[in-house]
Structure formats: structure tokens, C-alpha cells
């Protein structure tokens, strides 16, 4: 019963999540113009894959916590959890310098949107340490402050977003606005863990560069990029309102791909210390259940009413993208699926399918490459991988076994 309420109490903030952070895309889809609107989709779509590498820190993090804490280790799990934090803000400091200088300067060489783009890398800098704060609530159990987190770090994002663009603001000063909400999730989803840190028995650092978590971060990287890549080949093949167009499709089907992630992050600390072969098997069934029943249902939805919700959400002007809703939300369907599948590989310590994946990715941009002059060229490419990373999940799961 605790894992069932966790799991509904997690999907309820992620849903809450997702609805606030949709409200900022549908906002900025109406205030700014449609080439603008293209610009901010894709900044949005770099932030989200450059936050996926760090993805493994939080993987291997709640692995590490829940299993320490499993054993009564307290001292020990605090201890990975600080090291790991210690070595992340390090970094942050760093990479956030380089995108100030780099931003200066590129702004002295006359580049256009250079602001918006090191604003874009700022954020991607500050958000290295939000998986391992995370990856400590998951590890220790703690979904309802997990799931508040959710919820603070699309609400500030939305506030911050919202009234820099209702003030006129630009596209620098709303991925600035997005930095600014980033620092601040930070800071506050920290708070909760302090006991456990405090209770740390060794202050060093924790090694980033290990092969668990570089093969996390392959795997994840590959699996999103392979989702959101999409959105950016549309900016670049497209003009400004087919950009536009293809961009609120996009962001209105990715919507589907929230679903998997409040599963797994339920599932995920539940499975690393289960070591049952049968009943994580079970586990595995479990979740591609209640996503692929999910994922159905709101796939059916906006498939029927695709006309309707875009023109709710984005406006009349993004009328084109009532054909492209449906399609998109199967590819995503079947993307969530595979996440599914690749969280089940992390908690076992199984993050070899990072390979597979990886080689995926590799023939996707091959395929953009040839297949780009249409959103319907876009989206057969989207809903053909979809489905081979699936094939390819299943198939590394029985020959592994």
C-alpha cells in the first residue's frame, strides 16, 4: 500500500508539474511571436536534454541511498550523497564562469541571441546538482517531498517565464528567468536532506567519472535526444511558422513522456534492492502496464480532439499542427515505453543498453539527415525509432537475462 500511494501521490505532482509547465509553453506560444516561440522550444528542448546526462547522477545516487539505507547505514549513504553534491556544485561553478565569459564575448562579436543561448547553458550548469538532490529523496524514500520538488520547479519556472514576458521581456530575459527559477529549486529541495548530510562520515568528494554513472548518462542522453531531437532539426529545416507549428505539436505531445518518469521514479528505488529475478520481472511488467494503458488513453484523446486542444492551448494561428498532435503522441508512447525499460536496466545496474541506444541515436540523425523537407517526413522518423527502441529494450532484456 505505501508503494501504491507513493506512486499516486508522485503522479498527481508530476501531473501538476506537467500542467504548469505546459501553461508556460501554451503562454509563451500567445505572447511571443511564432518565430520567437520556435527559438524558446528549442532552448527548452537543449535545457531538457542537456539536464539528461546528469540523470545518471540521480540513477545511481537513489541506488546508492536506498541501499545503504536498506542496511542501516545512514553514515554511509550521507556521505555518498554529500561527496556527490560537493563534486556537482563544483562543476556548476565552473561551466556557469565559461557561460558568462563565453556569453560576453559572443555578444562584443555581434552573435545574435548569444544571451538567450549562455542564459540556455547557465541553466543547463545549475541544473547538474538537481539529480543528486533528487536522487537523495528518491533513495530515501521521501516521495511527498519529491513530488513537492516537482511542483516548485515548474511553478517558479512558470512564474519566472510568465511575467518576464508579459513585461515585453526577451527571449534572453526569459531563459534568464528560467536560470534564476533553476538556482532556486536548488537551494530549497535541498533543505529536506540536510540530517542526512549532516550525518555524512566522510566529507570528501564522490568520483563523477565512474562507469555506472557514465553509462547512465549515455543511456539516458541518447534515449531523450532521440525523443526531443525533433523539435530542433524543425528550427532549422523549417520557416518561421511551420517552426511554430511543428514546435506546439511537439511540446503538446512530449506532455506524454511525464507519465513513464513518475512511474519509474517510483519503481526504480522499489527494484535495485529487490534482488529477485522473477519479481523484478514483475516490476518491469508492471510499469510498461500503466504506461502503455496511459499512454493509450491520452494518445486516442489527442488524437480525436487534436483540433481542439491546439487551438485551447496555442491558438488559431498553430492550426497546422492539428494534423501532427496524434502521430507525435504515439512516437512519445512508445519513447515512454523504453524509458520504462531503461530506468529497469539503471536500478539492476545493467547500463550497458546505453549502447544500443546510443547506435539508435546514430541512425536517427542519419535519417533526419535524408528525411527533414516535411513535419510528416519528421514524424515517421519519430514514430519509426519509437518503436525500435522498444524492439531493441525487449530484445537486450531476453539476451541478457
Known sequence: MTLVRSGILLTVAVGLANVLNAV??????????????????ALFAVVL???IPPLAFQATTARAVAAELGQGRAGVAGSVLRGTLRAVLAWTVVLTAL??????????????????????????????????????????????????????????????????????????????????ATALTVIVTALPLRRLLAKAEDAGR??????PNAGAALGLTALWALAYGDLLVARLAFDGDEAGAYA???VASKVLLLVPIATTTVLFPRVAVLHDRARE????????????????LLTTLAWIFAGQLIDLLFGSEYEAADSWLGPLCLAMALYGLGI????????????????????????????????HDSPGELIGVQIAFGAATVAAAEAWYLLRR
Open 281 to 296: 520481472r514483475r516490476h518491469l511488467a508492471a510499469g510498461l502496464a500503466v504506461v502503455g494503458a496511459t499512454s493509450t
Open 49 to 51: 536534454v542537456g539536464a
Open 24 to 41: 508556460l509553453q501554451f503562454s509563451l506560444a500567445r505572447i511571443l511571436e511564432p518565430d520567437e516561440y520556435a527559438l524558446v522550444a
Open 99 to 180: 557561460a558568462a565569459i563565453a556569453t560576453v564575448l559572443a555578444s562584443v562579436a555581434g552573435t545574435d541571441d548569444a544571451v538567450a543561448v549562455g542564459a540556455t547553458a547557465a541553466t543547463i550548469a545549475i541544473a547538474l546538482a538537481i539529480p543528486v538532490v533528487w536522487g537523495g529523496l528518491q533513495g530515501a524514500g521521501r516521495f511527498g517531498t519529491l513530488s513537492g520538488a516537482h511542483i516548485l520547479y515548474a511553478g517558479t519556472r512558470l512564474a519566472a517565464g510568465l511575467a518576464i514576458a508579459l513585461a515585453g521581456g526577451s527571449v534572453a530575459a526569459v531563459m534568464l528567468g528560467v536560470a534564476g
Open 248 to 250: 506546439a505539436a511537439a
Open 206 to 211: 564522490e568520483r563523477l567519472a565512474t562507469r
Open 340 to 371: 520504462v525499460f531503461l530506468y529497469h536496466f539503471l536500478a539492476l545496474g545493467r547500463a550497458r543498453f546505453a549502447v544500443p541506444l546510443a547506435l539508435l541515436l546514430a541512425a536517427q540523425v542519419i535519417a533526419y539527415g535524408l528525411l
